[in-house]
């Protein structure tokens, strides 16, 4: 029997179409911002990746010895983006990158998740004045949210010095923060409940430091919450989550002046589970209404995330130069699925193909003609078709531009050869004329 490999899938003509629709429109966003596209090797040495995703790194596809290096497929875009920097001595670069990455992970392909899936990445590296780029790069998650018309949205933003400040205003040693972090994260899965029994049960935290991180975990606002806190009293002694909250004010000063606030929760229960984070980290979730009578809108999933990581390049540089950098993945694979479904629902019939007419005639011995005339239109970079038969029925014709969603059919008989025209015919309304 012949079969896909597990969490792998083919997309036949319509889903491709579907799914390069959706890339053209991230990718016009890239640019309008002013990224250069980069590409790297799907293959890596294994060195390269192993170390950089924390407890992620057994989801790192190996390969066998094949003669003196050992490989790994990528696992995602931004480690081969750091070590281009390094290697390439690259100080400042604002780029975009759309590639195919892999994991081994266990494959939910009703969710869209899969072992071989598309990431669009985009980040700005360099020295620059603080959460300048960092607010560009809210914007641009914003705008194609916007742009994808999915639904209502929210980008969840924390910082990871904010985080490592409560931890250790609540008294955890800094060797159990990144634990405690992936613990943390789990917050929009599962209630505090089960959260603080696996700090405590698994993670060996004392109960009440548990229910210390509970009282500011919980907590989600805007600028007034920022505010707040930087009055804390524990918060405001811990000189990481001074300078954290410092930023954040910063970056919601910004966000005000792009005008996007509106769809920005700081968040301290967002964590993000990478270990190379530094500072900013968010994530963009697509939210759904509960019903029609309560207000409540629930979370359906990322569809993008990202933040900030000062230090990646740096380890890959042998003088330990650093570049810091910011930049998000959007999860195409997830909005993919969303649109994948929503056309299903709807109905719509989504074109494979972008042919603009079909060249056919009622007429047999008439293959020359057709041959001259569709000849003429591609030169002339018209998107054009036709049936590679000597004398196809015209009813045959038709019908295929009705299935195809061609809108014009140029006809060429007899009459029309004699006096040097073509019959244009619009395949919807049926009306027709001579050119």
Not at 244 to 261: S, V
């Amino acid at each position: 029997v012949l079969r896909l490999g597990q969490g792998t899938r083919d997309h036949p003509p319509a889903q491709a179409a579907l799914r390069d629709r959706l890339l053209t429109a991230v990718v016009s966003c890239f640019k309008r911002h002013g990224a250069a596209a980069i590409d790297t090797p799907v293959l890596e040495l294994r060195e390269t990746l192993m170390g950089k995703y924390g407890q992620e790194a057994k989801l790192i596809y190996e390969l066998q010895d094949q003669g003196g290096e050992l490989l790994a497929l990528r696992y995602d875009l931004t480690v081969p983006f750091a070590r281009y920097l390094a290697m390439n001595k690259i100080t400042n670069m604002k780029r975009y990158h759309v590639a195919k990455v892999y994991r081994r992970d266990n494959p939910a392909t009703s969710r869209g998740r899969y072992r071989e899936f598309y990431q669009c990445d985009f980040d700005i590296a360099g020295h620059f004045d603080p959460m300048i780029p960092d607010a560009e790069c809210l914007k641009i998650v914003h705008e194609i949210l916007s742009d994808l018309q999915l639904g209502d949205f929210l980008i969840k933003v924390n910082d990871r010095r904010i985080l490592n400040g409560v931890f250790a205003a609540c008294g955890i040693p800094e060797s159990k923060f990144i634990t405690t972090c992936s613990t943390v994260d789990k917050l929009d899965k599962i209630p505090w409940e089960e959260v603080k029994n696996e700090m405590v049960g698994e993670k060996g935290l004392s109960p009440e430091a548990a229910d210390c991180i509970g009282e500011y975990v919980q907590l989600h606002g805007g600028l007034d919450l920022i505010e707040r806190l930087l009055q804390d009293p524990k918060l405001s002694q811990n000189k990481l989550a001074k300078e954290g909250l410092g930023d954040m004010k910063l970056l919601f000063e910004y966000l005000t002046l792009f005008g996007i606030t509106g769809k920005i929760s700081f968040d301290l229960s967002l964590a993000r589970g990478l270990d190379y984070y530094t500072g900013v980290i968010f994530e963009a979730v697509l939210l759904q209404q509960e019903n029609n009578h309560v207000e409540e809108s629930v979370s359906v999933g990322s569809v993008a995330g990202g933040g900030r990581y000062d230090g990646l390049v740096g380890m890959f540089d042998p003088k330990g130069r650093k570049v810091p950098c910011v930049g998000f993945s959007i999860g195409i694979e997830r909005i993919f699925s969303i649109l994948e479904q929503r056309v299903k629902a709807s109905g719509e019939k989504l074109r494979a193909t972008e042919t603009e007419v079909l060249v056919a005639t009622p007429q047999k011995h008439f293959l020359a003609p057709r041959l001259k005339l569709i000849s003429e239109l591609w030169d002339a970079r018209i998107k054009a078709e036709m049936f590679y038969k000597k004398d196809p029925k015209l009813l045959k014709q038709l019908q295929y531009c009705e299935d195809a969603g061609i809108p014009l059919v140029a006809i060429i008989g007899e009459q029309e050869l004699t006096d040097g025209v073509v019959k244009l015919r619009d395949v919807a309304t049926r009306e027709e004329v001579r050119m």
